[in-house]
């Protein structure tokens, strides 16, 4: 299942997990990023068709990148700013 065929259905979870990286993506840390993946594989593990498990994987993984592209950034400004060396 491929991201697109997700937004052509009516998927509530996803939906709602995009609101989320939208509006509330500046205000959120990698950890909560992470708790937030953690969230969508244990919502997974108890989805009622594949379908579901597949989209809830999608969105775990999505989480799981936004941490990683914060911590890189955030390293970034850390060395930027001469915190780091």
């Known amino acids: 299942m491929s991201r697109g065929e997700l937004w052509r ?4 979870p996803l939906a709602h997990y995009f609101f989320c990286i939208v509006i509330f993506e500046v205000c959120m840390s990698a950890h909560r990023y992470r708790q937030l993946a953690k969230e969508c594989l244990d919502r997974a593990t ?3 068709t594949p379908e579901d498990r597949d989209a809830w994987l999608l969105i775990a993984e999505d989480w799981l ?21």
Do not use: K
């Open 46 to 48: 108890h989805a009622r």
């Open 65 to 85: 990148r936004l941490a990683v592209e914060f911590d890189a950034a955030a390293d970034q400004t850390s060395v930027s700013a001469g915190l780091i060396p």
């Open 9 to 12: 259905g009516s998927f509530d």
